[in-house]
């Protein structure tokens, strides 16, 4: 659902995927752009919000490019780009405005064909879009995902959400919490640093013992102490 990496691909890479998609006709090209946007791995269901053909006809346009070009793989669980490189040449090559509104049609979808299981996918596709609902989203995404012990997960949802402005004090500790579960020391003692500097009472001691927590991890035993 995240967008895939701006770095440039390699300039023969490039080159040969672009010739292959620029060999395709505009229907399929407009097709794989929005799959790229569902990301590596997308199914008939919300492709079908996305471009408004019907799924029957969109079933048989990714077999033809899977029997033609072999640009797709067809699974049980759906489809998904033949390599990591098409699915970013398909995304990049795709206006940036077309791609936010993607984006949000793609969170709709999500949204109305049920959100189980899909709430980062949901809280990055409106990230990616810019909506306004993002950063609640991003929040409920990262709670989620931390009380499934995804943390890597769990904290990139969190510093999302502080890039937009959700960055109350429980949701920097809980980022803090993560940063420090994966061995972030000084980022997570960062984080604690800021808290404290506007805290008092019985919260400046928790946030305190927090940090002595982290320098013990990190073996700075006078700081632990």
Known sequence: AGRPSSVALPEIVADIVGRRLDRMPADERRLLSAASVLGEEFSLEPLEDLTGVNRLELAGMLDAIESGPGLVRSGQAGYRFDHSKVREAAYWRTGAGLRREMHRLAAESYLRRGAEGKLSDIALHLHNAGDPRAAGRLVEAARDARARFATEEAARMFR???????????????????????????????????????SVGLEWGGILAQMAEVHNLKSDWPWSL
């Open 160 to 198: 999302l959400a502080a890039d937009h402005g959700k960055a109350d004090r429980s949701v920097l500790a809980e980022l803090a919490g993560c940063e420090r579960t994966l061995g972030l020391y000084d980022s997570a003692l960062s984080i604690f640093e800021g808290l404290l500097a506007c």
